[in-house]
């Protein structure tokens, strides 16, 4: 079958957000309020909410200014149970304030002992698609794992707004994939391998060029490629803060044109 290649434009298209949806409300209000007391109110209603979609929200709180927030937000995952785990790890490395490390030790332990096994899925009859994702081919130059941070959770983020959709937990087997495709005959499998490219300074810009490449899963044939680059106008020297919010812009844009053309990999 020849894949599908799918340009750098996009046309978006205004979908309204039912007002039933309060986890989708309260993952807005952790990640856009300017009052930190509204966004720690939320992560602690995600946490109560007993829904998967909450986790990446909340993971996105770990990351907040505010450490009254990002206790919230680990304190909820640990009483939600259903993932969090990896970014929790992630968070507790780069956390700086001794009492945002306690709670973040405390939903570790009742998720699992540190660094044992993967983060649980919910997967379900009503789940449509399947989504696995590999680490990130990075050739940006940078060093460290700041990249793929940025590349991921843009991608999860925008991927848990698709209800159905499931995202595999980080290295399952093939034969675990197996397994749950073949439990629920409805479930399309697909895996995403996300690169990033050098960032280019050139007359006074600063060009982001990243690729989303769609294969079937667990089988890896490949189904298409989102092409996507991004620029940033009268940046004239290295910008660090520039180049992650234009790789995070990237992502978020390719991570949609995936999902809106979605059936054109089935």
């Known amino acids: ?49 007993k829904s998967g979609r909450a986790v990446e929200p909340l993971c996105d709180g770990l990351e907040d200014s505010n450490t009254t927030v990002r206790a919230a937000s680990a304190a909820a995952l640990g009483k939600l149970k259903k993932g969090g785990k990896k970014c ?6 780069d956390e700086s304030s001794s009492s945002v490390k306690s709670v973040i030790r405390k939903s570790l332990k009742k998720l699992g002992n540190v660094g044992g096994g993967s983060d649980t899925v919910q997967v379900s009859s009503s789940s449509r698609y399947y989504i696995a994702i590999a680490d990130l081919a990075d050739k940006s130059g ?17 991927l848990g707004k698709l209800d159905g959709l499931v995202v595999a937990p980080s290295g399952e087997s093939t034969d675990q994939a197996k397994k749950v495709l073949g439990k629920y005959s409805k479930l399309t499998g697909f895996y ?9 300074y050139q007359d006074g810009n600063l060009k982001i060029r990243i690729q989303l490449t769609v294969f079937t899963y667990p089988g890896k044939a490949l189904k298409g490629m989102i092409p996507k680059s991004v620029t940033q106008q009268d940046v004239d020297k290295p910008d660090r803060k520039t180049e992650d919010e234009l790789i995070r812009l990237a992502f978020d844009k390719a991570t949609k ?6 059936s054109k990999f089935e």
């Open 1 to 49: 079958m020849v894949a599908v290649l799918l340009g750098a434009a996009v046309f978006f298209t205004a979908v309204p957000v039912s007002a039933q949806d309060r986890v989708a409300k309260l993952a807005k209000q952790l990640g856009e309020s300017d009052d930190f007391r509204v966004r720690t109110q939320a992560a602690l209603a995600l946490g109560a909410s």
């Open 88 to 93: 929790l790890e992630d968070r507790l490395g």
């Open 142 to 158: 940078r060093d460290g794992s700041s990249v793929e941070k940025i590349a991921m959770r843009a991608l999860k983020k925008r």
């Open 192 to 200: 995403l391998t996300p690169k990033v490219k050098k960032p280019k």
């Open 257 to 262: 044109q995936f999902l809106d053309n979605i």
